[in-house]
């Protein structure tokens, strides 16, 4: 019986052998996290990148940077520019009518079918009651009557969220009346007018300014959470962070505090690290959380604060994101800090689970914003979108915008005998050379002896 197995199974272990040979051949070069190539070096020729979003004009979504410069890649751009490629995988750099009038441009966001801008700009493509929120229909820019003119008014957040009433837009920054709605530093439009978030201004060491706001479920259900620099919110002892129920605002906590007036946050967003979905705060000066050292970046869980190991020991913490470059979800930090504890890293960090090192090279300048794209790379990748004021990244040039393409994520398929994502001709080999037996490592089916069977699932999944 020996040999009447034997026979067949040499004939088909050649057929095998040559057809994974053939394959192998073809096959692609195993996929390498990093970033792309030709973005960098021809980004913005001077200024800062800083309000990235993701939008689709009509044509599909695609990426657009907003900031303080001019011109990008030779193309006069004044302060926001769309980022695509054309069929031939060129990079194009298409303005948004003559773009946006001095200063900044710090936030973008996609809402109902248009593109909405806000910063510290006085007009959009030269249409009165544009100064600092105006928003872009595909083809020409649009005032929705935000009135911000004053000197003093400064927009730095813009959300979108469904608080039961569909999508509204929250509306973030320093200004006190916006559409002739009295609304203290945060507001909403529902696409028509302007609405307030309570009736009492927020309180606190001035400048006041609420920096971000997201939407965050605590397990009592979904919420939008704000900080920045303020003591109290609408009556409410509030330190730097609040949370609005749709109805009415609470604290989180003690929430933050550092000396001075400057402690603020900047920037907030969910992350599973394991132990449950929570809320990362980052920003600036802060030295406590909830009364628990917490070094400008730290963690709510819902009813307590904790440290996220040793924060970063100066600077400004910009923007904290989730990104999975394949190898699963992590939390990275961006902005202007050096160190974290003894530990130098330059303006870009990863949240190793136990503490922050170096990621990226780092950045030789500020690193402002960064935008997450799901499946926006090659082969459903996640993209890592990077703007701020950085001319290199590690030792490659990167002017003022980056790119980083992760891998397609790594998923357990039947027959992938050696866990590289993919099912080829090297799992075959160690199916092959279990042929009859009991190994458990390549008896795919579980049956207790590795034959026909787990060769039809090797070849069902092949590629």
């Known amino acids: 019986m020996q040999k009447t197995r034997r026979a067949p199974l040499m004939s088909v272990a050649a057929v095998?052998?040559?057809?994974?040979?053939?394959?192998?051949a073809h096959a692609g070069d195993e996929c390498v996290p990093g970033f792309i190539p030709d973005i960098g070096p021809i980004g913005p020729d001077s200024g800062l990148a800083?309000?990235?979003?993701?939008?689709?004009?009509?044509?599909?979504?695609?990426?657009?940077?907003?900031?303080?410069?001019?011109?990008?890649?030779?193309?006069?751009?004044?302060?926001?520019?769309?980022?695509?490629?054309?069929k031939a995988g060129t990079l194009e750099f298409t303005p948004l009518g003559t773009g946006l009038s001095n200063a900044e441009c710090y936030a973008l966001a996609s809402f109902q079918g248009s593109l909405y801008a806000a910063g510290y700009f006085d007009l959009a493509g030269g249409v009165p009651g544009t100064a600092k929120l105006a928003r872009w229909d595909g083809s020409a820019w649009n005032s929705i009557g935000a009135q911000l003119e004053l000197f003093s008014n400064q927009l730095w957040g813009?959300?979108?969220?469904?608080?039961?009433?569909?999508?509204?837009?929250?509306?973030?920054?320093?200004?006190?009346?916006?559409?002739?709605?009295?609304?203290?530093?945060?507001?909403?439009?529902?696409?028509?007018?302007?609405?307030?978030?309570?009736?009492?201004?927020?309180?606190?060491?001035?400048?006041?300014i609420i920096f971000t706001s997201h939407v965050h479920d605590d397990g009592t259900g979904p919420a939008l959470y704000v900080g920045g620099r303020f003591t109290s919110i609408d009556g409410v002892a509030a330190s730097r962070i609040a949370r609005w129920n749709g109805t009415s605002w609470s604290a989180v906590g003690s929430g933050v505090t550092g000396s001075g007036v400057s402690p603020s946050i900047n920037t907030m967003v969910t992350f599973?690290?394991?132990?449950?979905?929570?809320?990362?705060?980052?920003?600036?000066?802060?030295?406590?959380?909830?009364?628990?050292?917490?070094?400008?970046?730290?963690k709510w869980d819902g009813k307590n604060w904790s440290a996220v190991g040793d924060g970063f020991a100066n600077g400004i913490v910009w923007k904290l994101?989730?990104?999975?470059?394949?190898?699963?979800?992590?939390?990275?930090?961006?902005?202007?800090?050096?160190?974290?504890?003894?530990?130098?890293i330059n303006r870009m960090a990863k949240w190793n689970g136990t503490s922050w090192e170096q990621w990226g090279g780092g950045a030789n300048g500020t690193v402002f914003n960064a935008?997450?794209?799901?499946?926006?790379?090659?082969?459903?990748?996640?993209?890592?979108?990077?703007?701020?004021?950085?001319?290199?990244?590690?030792?490659?040039?990167r002017n003022r915008i980056a790119a980083f393409?992760?891998?397609?994520?790594?998923?357990?398929?039947?027959?992938?005998?050696?866990?590289?994502?993919?099912?080829?001709g090297a799992d075959l080999s160690i199916l092959l050379s279990?042929?009859?037996?009991?190994?458990?490592?390549?008896?795919?089916?579980?049956?207790?002896?590795?034959?026909?069977?787990?060769?039809?699932?090797?070849?069902?999944?092949?590629?």
């Open 16 to 24: 095998l052998g040559a057809m994974a040979a053939s394959l192998a």
């Open 50 to 86: 800083g309000g990235v979003a993701y939008h689709d004009d009509g044509n599909g979504p695609e990426v657009y940077v907003g900031g303080s410069f001019t011109t990008i890649g030779g193309v006069a751009a004044p302060r926001i520019v769309k980022v695509a490629r054309d």
């Open 158 to 208: 813009l959300t979108v969220w469904n608080s039961g009433q569909g999508d509204n837009l929250y509306i973030a920054g320093n200004f006190q009346n916006i559409g002739g709605t009295s609304a203290s530093y945060i507001a909403r439009y529902d696409g028509k007018a302007f609405h307030a978030l309570g009736t009492t201004p927020i309180a606190g060491n001035v400048p006041l």
């Open 272 to 298: 599973d690290d394991g132990t449950g979905p929570a809320l990362y705060v980052g920003g600036q000066t802060f030295v406590t959380a909830g009364g628990v050292p917490a070094n400008r970046v730290a």
């Open 321 to 344: 994101a989730v990104y999975n470059d394949g190898t699963g979800d992590a939390l990275y930090a961006f902005g202007t800090f050096t160190a974290s504890g003894a530990t130098p």
């Open 371 to 397: 935008l997450v794209i799901e499946g926006g790379g090659g082969d459903g990748a996640d993209l890592l979108a990077l703007g701020g004021q950085f001319t290199t990244i590690g030792t490659d040039t």
């Open 405 to 424: 393409e992760g891998c397609p994520e790594v998923v357990s398929v039947p027959g992938d005998l050696d866990g590289d994502g993919v099912v080829n």
């Open 434 to 463: 279990a042929w009859g037996s009991a190994d458990p490592t390549a008896d795919i089916d579980g049956d207790g002896s590795v034959g026909a069977a787990d060769l039809s699932v090797l070849l069902g999944n092949w590629g």
